[in-house]
């Protein structure tokens, strides 16, 4: 920061410029310009959260303006300030409350709230799954599932944004070790897609659709050996998934998955469900090094 500018004392007389004072209007544009200037100063100067308080200031002018587009800009533009600072914190080894990312967390959180007062859903989703990517950044995943979440409810009207989202929402929950809440997440997944694949569910989906549908199915079979679930317990949809794969029935449903995913795909899972349930170490362990080699050849 530069010694000879005192900043502090100018946000103070800029802060001060706009009070209400008798029979005099502030002036709110000026004193957003001076936020503004300031805030590019200081982040100039490698000042990020003192630039975040300016950006701070510079969003409730705009608000007192009625400029909502620009407030949210002001807000985001705060919190990714307060995430820099907290990233040069931890990259310097320093104790830290994370009182930045709590500040950023706050920031990012305004701004959904003011997007979507302001009519724009996938304005306020952008802004979860920014604030959701800066969690994950910080090895928090079950934050980040919650805003990765919301963005999905937002993009409600957009199923291929809203799937993607849901499949993060998984992903975090199997980094959190809850396979339970990711296996539903994937239920509702594969659910949505069927509905939404513009076709019936006898016919193959077009598009995306085959490659969500077959990562949600390769995905709960995984989940479902690593819970193995007792009959008592296990939910209808989920011991369904596990009688395609158990034996050999040539049913509708198995006969669909089988068209879905190939051949080669579904005899490997069904070795795996079959090894899984009669509890072969043995055969699990040669049935992985397939798999490490298939996983080779589609690498190469």
């Known amino acids: 920061m530069d010694r000879n500018t005192d900043y502090i004392a100018l946000y103070k007389s800029t802060a001060a410029g706009l009070r209400k004072r008798f029979l005099k209007k ?5 004193g957003r310009d001076q936020f503004a200037s300031l805030a590019k100063n200081l982040s100039q100067q490698d000042c ?6 300016c950006s701070l200031a510079q969003a409730r002018c705009e608000h007192g303006l009625g ?17 820099l600072a907290e990233k040069q914190t931890s990259d310097l080894l320093c104790p830290s409350y994370q009182e930045n990312l709590s500040a950023a967390i706050n920031c990012y959180e305004h701004a959904i709230k003011v997007s979507v ?3 724009e859903p996938s304005l306020a989703a952008l802004n979860c799954q920014e604030l959701a990517a800066v969690l994950l950044d910080f090895k928090k995943p079950g934050e980040a599932s919650i805003y990765y979440q919301r963005a999905a409810e937002l993009l409600l009207q957009n199923p291929i944004e809203c799937l993607q989202n849901m499949k993060k929402v998984a992903s975090c929950k199997i980094n959190e070790e809850d396979y339970e809440g990711a296996l539903t997440v994937l239920t509702e997944m594969q659910f949505m897609a069927q509905e939404r694949g513009g076709v019936a569910d006898s016919e193959k989906p077009l598009g995306i659709y085959t490659d969500i549908l ?9 989940l479902l050996m690593i819970l193995q679930p007792t009959p008592q317990r296990i939910r209808p949809e989920h011991a369904q998934t596990l009688e395609k794969y158990a ?25 795996l469900v079959v090894t899984c349930l009669c509890r072969c170490p043995v055969s699990l362990m040669r049935l992985m090094s397939c798999m490490h080699y298939r996983q080779r050849l589609c690498l190469s």
Do not use: K
């Not at 502030?26 to 000026?30: D, F, K, L, S, T």
């Not at 077959?214 to 995984?222: D, P």
């Not at 089988?258 to 899972?269: H, I, R, S, V």
């Open 247 to 271: 034996w050999h029935n040539n049913s509708e449903d198995q006969n669909y998955i089988l068209e879905l995913m190939g051949f080669d795909l579904f005899l490997l899972l069904q070795s």
């Open 26 to 30: 502030p002036n709110v544009a000026e």
């Open 117 to 119: 007062d302001s009519g």
């Open 214 to 222: 077959i990562h949600c199915e390769v995905t709960r079979v995984l």
């Open 48 to 53: 990020p959260s003192y630039a975040g308080f």
């Open 67 to 83: 400029n909502f587009p620009s407030e949210i800009q002001c807000l985001v533009d705060a919190g990714r300030y307060f995430v």
